[in-house]
């Protein structure tokens, strides 16, 4: 099925109605892109288009009432339906006139209906016979057609209610609605009962005789009746009369289980005919029904046999014996698929089990074949229409792909690609499993294509036609190059129109870190605001700043630069990193309470990708490149509030030799903190995000379709947030906390410093004692950042020594915690981030000294 075709379709409709559209005019109004088009006015234009074709009204209801939301492909996919019925009935009508040559070249003749005594006459359903001059499969439903008709007519004229109201099945043909024969007809015309008792054994075998072939059509007799059955899948058990002699009655038994096997098919045949049931089950129904003619057909010529008195019950037992297991297989199929409620795909599976366990038996297996292979005609076609043209036909969930209707919103887009088409594994034939996943790709691969307003022209598309064969699997090649194909023109349109490449060196630019200078102006420019409390933000004037350094620094030669956006996230990076590791939204949580939070700790950039970039870029790819993000920006954050505090203490030259001194520890300390943080830093871009990109970079010049975008895409940001030590709470609320002893110790150093320079140098040096600071409302400005415990009577040095302890013993803690997990998982970028802080053992050994 294709769109090349449906157009020639709709050329020879609109051709032959005489419309004043062109066929460009009505796709241009059926695509419907303005929306000015309702449902109801595009079906009184298709009304217009199918008036002059015979059933047209059919497929003009059928477009209104499945009101479409996408109206173009729903008349591509109603304009191919319009061509295969086109087609089918052109082949019915060929093989019907085959088969009418074939009738006039052969013709069996049958006798007379031979006169038996009246005493031992059957009621006038079992033994009324009216032969056709010619007996087929075709007409051996035309001769139960008159059965009924005789009998109707020799009761009451017209077939009475309870044909209607008490189980009576119908089954729809060409000739008109008919009855099914199961044992059913009791209510029509009473059963008379018969005394066989007293006559011979040659006298009493013809009548038995009769009553069993009535029995095996599905007809209910006097000496053989069918027991009430407890549930409907239970087989049909046989009540056979005492009257009847023993040695008939062995043979009788014998026999009696091909008609519950014929009662089991029947069963199944009646109730698979409502909608409800699905192309498969209908498309076995009819393969099913076609067997039942050929089992009438066998049935019936028995009967010629017997009227010419030339059958006997070990004739009947010999030509039946080779019917006895294929319908005993047929029987167990049809009964294990009414158990278990199957439909679709898992019909199909269950029939190539049945196959599989009948190895050896090739009569049944011959069967069972074609059973399977006519039932999967509909669902190949729901497949072809699937791998070819990216659209789902499925009306009654048989089909192994599930449509979750969605609308492409930002809120969706993560959940578009991973949700929209799922697999149902129930209804996915065992012959598909291996390639389930492929074909839903192949599928989902055609609908984004579509959803971009491109074309995939497939040229193997007119010459395909996917057809079950259970010897040469020719549809795993059809179904291996579609797949190949949609692969390779989504993964062509992504990477050269859409530039998928240059949009990730985009995002690596700025949530990596990647542009220094757009870094450190933008921190110029909002380090005052994301020093304020969170509630306290503008988030306005943080975009218009943004905006401001992306025109100025070496960003803006970044075409998508624009797509870069601030956010404030209503929880800190440690609440981030629960949420991802919970697979938790997180961007739902906007009422958590910010009171605490600094600006610096909720800041954080955005990317808005478009489609269909955003199938890459989703939501939860960018809340991980968000976290490694927050991670670098605070540790640029605290690297640069200590190297502003190192320019602010040149000053102390200024100072005597004996005050300078005093600053000499809280200089080292600085240091220390300094080179721990840059090295944090540098080991989570130069030893993890750099190696890792690299790693990245290249698998992606190697693959072949878009999946192995999104997994390589994963595996980069998993293995940058597992190095970078993000996954693990406690070690990074550790990290955290070392950069805020830093912090603190900072805004100590600051006030302590603005206090010498402002107060007179000459009081202050009056005494060569330790200086101790003589205000205690500025000593409690200097600490109020302060975490740890402290007296106000104490002097600078201890101050300073406490700071130092703190960091020191922070520092160890998180070095052992990054031991512990390098241990348990050895990673040699765990082992050189221990090397890099606590290099010659320094950290280790002066500390346990």
Same mark, same amino acid.
């Given at each position: 099925?294709?769109?090349?075709?449906?157009?020639?379709?709709?050329?020879?409709?609109?051709?032959?109605?005489?419309?004043?559209?062109?066929?460009?005019?009505?796709?241009?109004?059926?695509?419907?892109?303005?929306?000015?088009?309702?449902?109801?006015?595009?079906?009184?234009?298709?009304?217009?288009?199918?008036?002059?074709?015979?059933?047209?009204?059919?497929?003009?209801?059928?477009?209104?009432?499945?009101?479409?939301?996408?109206?173009?492909?729903?008349?591509?996919?109603?304009?191919?339906?319009?061509?295969?019925?086109?087609?089918?009935?052109?082949?019915?009508?060929?093989?019907?006139?085959?088969?009418?040559?074939?009738?006039?070249?052969?013709?069996?003749?049958?006798?007379?209906?031979?006169?038996?005594?009246?005493?031992?006459?059957?009621?006038?359903?079992?033994?009324?016979?009216?032969?056709?001059?010619?007996?087929?499969?075709?007409?051996?439903?035309?001769?139960?057609?008159?059965?009924?008709?005789?009998?109707?007519?020799?009761?009451?004229?017209?077939?009475?209610?309870?044909?209607?109201?008490?189980?009576?099945?119908?089954?729809?043909?060409?000739?008109?609605?008919?009855?099914?024969?199961?044992?059913?007809?009791?209510?029509?015309?009473?059963?008379?009962?018969?005394?066989?008792?007293?006559?011979?054994?040659?006298?009493?075998?013809?009548?038995?005789?009769?009553?069993?072939?009535?029995?095996?059509?599905?007809?209910?007799?006097?000496?053989?009746?069918?027991?009430?059955?407890?549930?409907?899948?239970?087989?049909?058990?046989?009540?056979?009369?005492?009257?009847?002699?023993?040695?008939?009655?062995?043979?009788?038994?014998?026999?009696?289980?091909?008609?519950?096997?014929?009662?089991?098919?029947?069963?199944?045949?009646?109730?698979?005919?409502?909608?409800?049931?699905?192309?498969?089950?209908?498309?076995?129904?009819?393969?099913?029904?076609?067997?039942?003619?050929?089992?009438?057909?066998?049935?019936?010529?028995?009967?010629?046999?017997?009227?010419?008195?030339?059958?006997?019950?070990?004739?009947?037992?010999?030509?039946?014996?080779?019917?006895?297991?294929?319908?005993?297989?047929?029987?167990?199929?049809?009964?294990?698929?009414?158990?278990?409620?199957?439909?679709?795909?898992?019909?199909?599976?269950?029939?190539?089990?049945?196959?599989?366990?009948?190895?050896?038996?090739?009569?049944?297996?011959?069967?069972?074949?074609?059973?399977?292979?006519?039932?999967?005609?509909?669902?190949?076609?729901?497949?072809?229409?699937?791998?070819?043209?990216?659209?789902?036909?499925?009306?009654?969930?048989?089909?192994?792909?599930?449509?979750?209707?969605?609308?492409?919103?930002?809120?969706?887009?993560?959940?578009?690609?991973?949700?929209?088409?799922?697999?149902?594994?129930?209804?996915?034939?065992?012959?598909?499993? =291996?390639?389930?996943?492929?074909?839903?790709?192949?599928?989902?691969?055609?609908?984004?294509?579509?959803?971009?307003?491109?074309?995939?022209?497939?040229?193997?598309?007119?010459?395909?036609?996917?057809?079950?064969?259970?010897?040469?699997?020719?549809?795993?090649?059809?179904?291996?190059?579609?797949?190949?194909?949609?692969?390779?023109?989504?993964?062509?349109?992504?990477?050269?129109?859409?530039?998928?490449?240059?949009?990730?060196?985009?995002?690596?630019?700025?949530?990596?870190?990647?542009?220094?200078?757009?870094?450190?102006?933008?921190?110029?420019?909002?380090?005052?605001?994301?020093?304020?409390?969170?509630?306290?933000?503008?988030?306005?004037?943080?975009?218009?700043?943004?905006?401001?350094?992306?025109?100025?620094?070496?960003?803006?030669?970044?075409?998508?630069?624009?797509?870069?956006?601030?956010?404030?996230?209503?929880?800190?990076?440690?609440?981030?990193?629960?949420?991802?590791?919970?697979?938790?939204?997180?961007?739902?949580?906007?009422?958590?309470?910010?009171?605490?939070?600094?600006?610096?700790?909720?800041?954080?950039?955005?990317?808005?990708?478009?489609?269909?970039?955003?199938?890459?870029?989703?939501?939860?790819?960018?809340?991980?490149?968000?976290?490694?993000?927050?991670?670098?920006?605070?540790?640029?954050?605290?690297?640069?509030?200590?190297?502003?505090?190192?320019?602010?203490?040149?000053?102390?030259?200024?100072?005597?030799?004996?005050?300078? =001194?005093?600053?000499?520890?809280?200089?080292?300390?600085?240091?220390?903190?300094?080179?721990?943080?840059?090295?944090?830093?540098?080991?989570?871009?130069?030893?993890?995000?750099?190696?890792?990109?690299?790693?990245?970079?290249?698998?992606?010049?190697?693959?072949?379709?878009?999946?192995?975008?999104?997994?390589?895409?994963?595996?980069?940001?998993?293995?940058?947030?597992?190095?970078?030590?993000?996954?693990?709470?406690?070690?990074?609320?550790?990290?955290?906390?070392?950069?805020?002893?830093?912090?603190?110790?900072?805004?100590?150093?600051?006030?302590?410093?603005?206090?010498?320079?402002?107060?007179?140098?000459?009081?202050?040096?009056?005494?060569?004692?330790?200086?101790?600071?003589?205000?205690?409302?500025?000593?409690?400005?200097?600490?109020?950042?302060?975490?740890?415990?402290?007296?106000?009577?104490?002097?600078?040095?201890?101050?300073?020594?406490?700071?130092?302890?703190?960091?020191?013993?922070?520092?160890?803690?998180?070095?052992? =915690?990054?031991?512990?997990?390098?241990?348990?998982?050895?990673?040699?970028?765990?082992?050189?981030?221990?090397?890099?802080?606590?290099?010659?053992?320094?950290?280790?050994?002066?500390?346990?000294?």
């Amino acid at each position: 099925m294709s769109e090349t075709k449906a157009r020639k379709v709709l050329a020879e409709l609109v051709k032959k109605s005489g419309i004043t559209y062109s066929v460009d005019n009505v796709l241009t109004i059926f695509r419907n892109k303005d929306g000015k088009y309702n449902n109801k006015r595009l079906g009184a234009l298709l009304s217009q288009i199918f008036k002059t074709t015979p059933n047209g009204a059919k497929y003009v209801e059928e477009f209104v009432s499945s009101n479409p939301k996408d109206s173009y492909m729903a008349l591509v996919v109603l304009l191919n339906t319009f061509l295969q019925d086109c087609k089918q009935m052109q082949s019915e009508k060929s093989a019907l006139a085959q088969q009418q040559q074939q009738q006039q070249q052969s013709a069996i003749v049958g006798d007379s209906v031979s006169k038996r005594a009246a005493m031992f006459e059957s009621p006038p359903l079992s033994s009324t016979r009216i032969v056709s001059d010619q007996v087929t499969p075709e007409n051996v439903q035309e001769i139960k057609e008159k059965i009924v008709q005789a009998v109707t007519n020799r009761s009451t004229g017209s077939i009475p209610a309870a044909l209607v109201s008490h189980n009576y099945e119908y089954i729809g043909s060409r000739k008109g609605a008919m009855v099914s024969w199961n044992f059913n007809y009791e209510e029509l015309y009473p059963m008379q009962n018969k005394n066989v008792s007293a006559i011979p054994l040659s006298s009493q075998e013809p009548i038995v005789l009769k009553e069993l072939l009535d029995c095996l059509m599905g007809v209910k007799g006097s000496l053989i009746s069918p027991k009430k059955r407890t549930t409907p899948f239970n087989p049909v058990e046989f009540q056979v009369s005492d009257q009847i002699e023993e040695s008939l009655k062995d043979i009788v038994r014998e026999i009696l289980p091909l008609a519950s096997h014929y009662s089991q098919i029947q069963d199944f045949v009646a109730a698979s005919s409502s909608l409800e049931s699905g192309q498969v089950l209908h498309a076995l129904r009819a393969a099913l029904q076609i067997i039942i003619n050929d089992y009438y057909l066998s049935i019936t010529q028995l009967e010629e046999l017997f009227l010419k008195q030339q059958l006997t019950f070990h004739k009947l037992l010999y030509f039946l014996r080779p019917v006895f297991h294929t319908m005993e297989v047929l029987a167990d199929s049809v009964s294990t698929i009414r158990q278990t409620n199957s439909k679709g795909g898992s019909v199909l599976t269950l029939l190539h089990d049945k196959i599989t366990s009948t190895t050896g038996d090739e009569k049944s297996q011959k069967v069972l074949i074609h059973l399977l292979e006519m039932a999967a005609v509909p669902y190949m076609e729901m497949l072809q229409l699937w791998i070819l043209d990216g659209v789902i036909h499925d009306t009654r969930r048989e089909f192994l792909i599930e449509h979750n209707a969605m609308d492409l919103n930002e809120n969706e887009l993560m959940d578009y690609w991973e949700k929209q088409y799922t697999i149902r594994l129930d209804k996915v034939p065992c012959f598909l499993n =291996k390639y389930a996943d492929v074909i839903l790709r192949t599928g989902k691969y055609l609908n984004v294509i579509r959803e971009c307003g491109s074309s995939a022209d497939y040229q193997q598309q007119s010459t395909i036609t996917l057809k079950y064969t259970h010897t040469e699997q020719t549809y795993i090649t059809a179904i291996e190059n579609a797949y190949n194909f949609a692969s390779s023109s989504l993964l062509n349109l992504i990477m050269n129109k859409y530039n998928l490449i240059g949009r990730l060196h985009s995002v690596k630019r700025y949530f990596l870190l990647q542009q220094g200078d757009f870094i450190s102006q933008f921190m110029d420019a909002c380090e005052e605001d994301l020093n304020k409390d969170v509630d306290n933000l503008r988030p306005m004037r943080l975009e218009n700043l943004l905006e401001v350094t992306l025109n100025m620094s070496s960003a803006r030669y970044d075409e998508y630069h624009d797509d870069l956006k601030t956010m404030l996230l209503p929880y800190g990076i440690v609440t981030q990193i629960s949420k991802i590791v919970k697979k938790e939204d997180v961007f739902l949580d906007t009422l958590g309470d910010t009171s605490q939070l600094k600006g610096i700790e909720c800041f954080t950039f955005s990317y808005n990708a478009q489609w269909p970039v955003s199938i890459v870029l989703n939501r939860w790819t960018i809340s991980k490149y968000q976290m490694i993000f927050r991670q670098l920006f605070y540790l640029k954050y605290v690297e640069r509030i200590l190297c502003r505090v190192w320019i602010a203490n040149n000053r102390t030259k200024l100072f005597a030799p004996q005050t300078a =001194k005093l600053y000499r520890s809280a200089f080292t300390l600085r240091q220390k903190m300094l080179i721990a943080i840059q090295n944090f830093e540098s080991y989570m871009m130069i030893e993890v995000i750099e190696p890792n990109w690299h790693i990245f970079y290249q698998n992606i010049k190697q693959i072949k379709n878009i999946d192995d975008v999104l997994n390589y895409h994963q595996d980069f940001l998993d293995q940058c947030i597992k190095n970078c030590m993000l996954t693990d709470p406690d070690l990074l609320k550790s990290i955290i906390n070392l950069c805020n002893i830093c912090i603190q110790f900072c805004a100590f150093l600051a006030e302590a410093q603005r206090h010498f320079v402002d107060a007179e140098l000459g009081s202050m040096l009056a005494s060569t004692d330790d200086f101790s600071l003589s205000s205690e409302s500025d000593y409690d400005i200097a600490c109020q950042q302060d975490a740890t415990s402290m007296e106000p009577t104490e002097t600078f040095s201890a101050r300073v020594e406490h700071f130092r302890t703190d960091f020191t013993e922070q520092l160890m803690a998180l070095l052992r =915690k990054i031991t512990d997990i390098a241990t348990q998982n050895p990673s040699e970028k765990f082992i050189n981030l221990i090397h890099r802080i606590n290099f010659n053992s320094y950290y280790s050994d002066n500390f346990d000294s």
